[in-house]
C-alpha cells in the first residue's frame, strides 16, 4: 500500500503537534468532539428535507470509547461520514491557510497559532502515536480507512463499516516524565474535559461509565467482615447539550460564557465584554454576543469578514450571517438564535427577511448601550477596547456621508491635551469654558506632536482643550461630524481660531493694516507657495505657524498624499507670523531698509521652518540649507 505524504504545509503544522511542548494538549479532544458535532450537524440539517437519512433527531450522538488494554480512545460520530477523497483532502490537507505564515520556532509562537486557530484535526497528535480514521461518507456503500503515525505520511484504503458516520481511534502515546497522558484513557478524566470544551455541544456526546456500589453487609456477617464493592456500567450522556445563549440569566458563569468564546470563535483570549440579548413578542430570539479583547489577526484584511452564526431553533443555518451587524460594529462575534426563522431560508430572503432586521436592530441598540455603559463606568477596559476597534467607529461615523453618526458619536473619544487622557465629546463640551465657542482639535501622527503644534499651544494658552488626532480617519470622522451639542468642531490648524478678545482683534486689524505692504512682499516672494501671509496674535513661542483654509487641511493631504490617485489635491496654505516675535522685528526692519533680497531669502526660510513644524518635509532642500548659511557669513 502506498504511503503519501502530506502537503508542506500539513507537514509542518504536523511536526509542531507531535513534538508540541504546548501544555494544553487536552484541548485536542474538544477539537474532535466539535468536528465531529460539525458531521452530525450536517447530517441532521439534511435529515430535515431528506427522508432517506433515516435517523431521528434523538439518534444523533458522539461516542467515546476509552480502552486501557489496548491504549486506544475511540471518538466515534453517526455525521455525514468522509468519502476516500474527502478524507484525502480534509486530512492530507491543512484548510487553515495562513496559519503558518507566523514563524514557528519558539513555543510562544505555537502557543499563538493554537490559540489563533484551533488547530483542529492534527492537535490529536499531540497526545496520539497513531490515528486511524474509518469513515463512511453519507450516500456511499463503501467505508474508508486513513491512518498515520505522523510525519512518514498517511495511508488510505477501502474498509468496512456497518453505519454512515466516523470513527477515529487515536492510539494514545506511553505517559513521559512531564505528561501523564493516561488520563486521556481514564473515564473520569475524559468526563471532566468534555464538562469543560464541550458541555453545549448540541449532541449527546456518551460515555460507557463504571461506577462501584458498595455491596450491603450480609446480615450474618462476623466481626472481620470488610466491605466489598460491586461494579456496573451504564452508557451515560456527559454533556449538559443546553446551548448557551438558552440559559437563563445567572445560570452560566463567567468562565463558562468565556470558553464557549474561547472555543467557538478561535481566540486566546477571554472576551472583553459578554452581552446577552433576547426578544419575544413581534421577533423572538435569543443572542449572545462578545466583543474580542483584541483584533484578531486578520481584522484589517481583507480576508476578514463579519458576522453572527444564525440559528433556527437550535440548528445553525449560516455560520456567519453578515446582515446581522451593521459595518461598524464588525467586530462583535456571536450566535443569534431564532425560531421564527425557516431552516430552508435562503440567503436573499433572509436579507429581506423583516424578523432579521427587527433582530439587528435590537442587537445595535444593545451593543451601543453595553459599549456607552463600559465607556463610563470602565474606562481603562474601554480604552483597552478603544486600541483595538476604535479606528472601525471613527469609520463608521464618516462611512456613508456620515449617516450613522448620531448612533456613534457618543461612543468616540479622543485625547485631551489639557486633561493628558482619552475623552468622551461629551466630557470635552462639559468642561468647556464659557467663553469658549468651538470643539478644538489638532492632527498630526503622534499625540506629542500634535500637543506641540503652534496653534495646539495658542489655543491651551486661552485656557481651552484641544483634541488631539492621530488616526488618518480623524479629521474626516470629525469634518462629517460637524457639531456635537451645538458646538461645532475647529482645526486648529485651519486659520481664524477666534482665540483673541474684541480688543486683541481691533488691534490685529490695526497690525494688519499698517504691515500690510510687509506681508503682501512676503507673500510675493514666496511665489504662490502660500495664498497668504498674516500676522497672528495668538502665538506663543513659535515665531511662524503653518494653517490651511478651506476644506482639505494640511494633516489631510498627508493622508491624501499616501492613498493612489489623490497626490495632487493640496491645502491652501497659510504663513502666520507672530508678530510679538523678535523675528519679526527683524523683518520689519529689513523691509524697511528697502533690502528685497534678505526679505525674500526670509520669507524662504520662515516658510520652510513652519512646514517643519508641521511635520512637512522641507521642500526645497538644497535652497533651504544654502539660505540658512548664508545668513552665517
Ligand atoms: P476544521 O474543522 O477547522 O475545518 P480540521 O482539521 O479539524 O479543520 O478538519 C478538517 C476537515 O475534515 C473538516 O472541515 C471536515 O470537513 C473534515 N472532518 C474532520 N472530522 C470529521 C468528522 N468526524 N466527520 C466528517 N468530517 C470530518
Known sequence: MAVKQFKAESRKLLDLMINSIYTNKEIFLR????????????????????????????????????????????????????????????????????????????????????????????????????????????GSEQAW??????????????????TVGTDITLTIKENTETENYDRYLEEYGIQSLVKKYSDYIRYPIRMMMTHSHPVPKPEDAGDDWEQEYEEHSEMETLNSMVPIWKRKKGETTDEEYAEFYKTNFYDFNDPAKVISASGEGAVNYNAVLFIPASAPYDFYTKEFKKGLALYSSGVMIMEKCEDLLPDYFNFVRGVVDSSDLSLNISRELLQQNHQL??????????????????CKNDREKYEAFWKSFGRVLKFGVY?????????????????????????????????????????????SDSVERAAKLPNTEAVLDRGFDVLLCTDDVDEFCLQIVREYKEKSFKNVGGGNLELETEEEKEA?????????GLLDALCEALGGKVKAVKTSSVLKEHPVALSSEGPVSIEMEKVLKNMPGNDGIKSEKVLEINENHAVFTALKETAAAGDSAKLSLYAGILYEQA???????????????????????
Request: net charge negative.
Open 508 to 516: 490685529a486689524k490695526t497690525a494688519a493694516e499698517a504691515n500690510k
Open 399 to 443: 462611512s456613508d456621508y456620515g449617516a450613522h453618526k448620531d448612533v456613534l458619536t457618543d461612543l468616540i473619544i479622543f485625547y485631551s491635551a489639557k486633561e493628558q487622557k482619552m475623552i468622551t465629546l461629551t466630557e470635552y463640551v462639559e468642561a468647556m469654558p464659557e467663553a469658549q465657542k468651538y470643539i478644538y482639535f489638532a492632527a
Open 611 to 633: 512646514r517643519l513644524i508641521e511635520g512637512l518635509p522641507v521642500e526645497d532642500p538644497i535652497a533651504y540649507a544654502k539660505a540658512v548659511c548664508s545668513l552665517m557669513k
Open 31 to 138: 477539537e474532535l468532539i466539535s468536528n465531529a458535532s460539525d458531521a452530525v450537524d450536517k447530517l441532521h440539517f439534511r435529515g430535515l428535507t431528506d427522508d432517506t437519512v433515516g435517523l431521528g433527531a434523538d439518534d444523533y450522538a458522539i461516542t467515546l470509547i476509552p480502552d486501557k488494554e489496548t491504549r486506544t480512545l475511540r471518538i466515534v460520530d453517526n455525521g455525514i461520514g468522509m468519502t476516500a477523497e474527502e478524507l484525502e483532502n480534509n486530512l492530507g490537507t491543512i484548510a487553515k491557510s495562513g496559519s503558518l505564515d507566523f514563524k514557528t520556532e519558539n513555543s510562544s509562537e505555537e502557543l499563538d497559532i493554537i490559540g489563533q486557530f484551533g488547530v483542529g484535526f492534527y492537535s490529536a497528535f499531540m497526545v496520539a502515536s497513531k490515528v486511524t480514521v474509518v469513515s463512511r461518507a453519507y
Open 145 to 162: 480507512k486513513w491512518e498515520s503515525e505522523g510525519a512518514d505520511g498517511y495511508t488510505i484504503e477501502p474498509a468496512e463499516k456497518n
Open 357 to 374: 432586521k427587527l433582530i439587528r436592530k435590537n442587537i445595535e441598540k444593545k451593543i451601543k448601550s453595553e459599549l456607552l455603559s463600559m
